[in-house]
């Protein structure tokens, strides 16, 4: 049986780390502030910015949430990200995704400044990512994910790491981390594409899936003790359960479980560990500023 690792516990350590830091800043007079904007009425995005929003009033980094109706224009949220931009209480912008229909997202994102994009959407820090340029932001869900790997004691030099999944927020960047220099595995990135999935998935001593699809990955992609991360988040009907939904993962836990030497849970895994990384980035920005 898998050993589970726990993106609770973990995400409670880079807390804590984060409330250090936060309480040196503060000394300096520097409270860090994020901004969360939201377009629309999104209830899962609803969710997910109440909880950030939450996490930095109980952390002490000033929060700020946006709400923009539904109907708002591009215009409109261009000029909300160009006031952040220059509000000097905000360090960390970042716009909550997915915006409606109307909104080209691609071009919010560049318009956000790349020294407040704690998100790390924006291209300047891609390139950095990519540069191995540690002055640039890394998207929280990798981050946490790669976090949550060398916490568990995984060994990752000369490791065979798959990713399946090619997201410009979690799949590319996390290939990008997982072969840069200190953690040196070797990299595959599977995708819709793909030919023989499983059996490509079936190399990986690290597998990360980020997928989308609820148990997608079953026990028979799965290498006996691959250590292997859960990144999905995905809500299926059950009419059993009170909010008439469940969260479950992009992989089918208790077969894979069974079967891997350690595994995250959905929810309990990644999901704690993204919050965490986005306060991370919220400190590494206030930080920047200072300077
Ligand atoms: P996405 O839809 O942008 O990308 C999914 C990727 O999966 C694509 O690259 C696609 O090529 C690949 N894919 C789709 N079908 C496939 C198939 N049949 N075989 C192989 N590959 C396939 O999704 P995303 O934004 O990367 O998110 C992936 C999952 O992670 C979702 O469940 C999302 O909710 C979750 N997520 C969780 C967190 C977190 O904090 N834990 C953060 C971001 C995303």
Redesign the pocket.
Known sequence: MATLIDGKKVAEEVLAECAQEIAELKEQGITPGLAVVLVGEDPASQVYVNSKARKCAELGIHSEKIVLSKEATQAEVLETVKRLNTDPAIHGILVQSPPPPQINEEEIVRAIDPAKDVDGFHPENVAKLALEDASGFVPC?PAGCMRLIKAAGVETSGAEAVV????M???KPMALLLMARGSDATVTV???R?RD?AEVCRRADILVA????PEFIRADFVKKGATVID????RVEDATAKRGYRLCG?VAYDEVAEKAGSITPVPGG??PM?IAMLMKNTIKAARAAKA
């Not at 399946?164 to 997201?167: A, E, I, P, T, Y």
């Not at 990144?231 to 995905?234: E, H, S, Y």
């Open positions: 869900t399946v999944g090619r997201s927020i979690v799949g599977a995708h819709s793909t999935l980020a997928v989308g699809i990144v999905g988040i995905n992009d990644v999901g993204t």
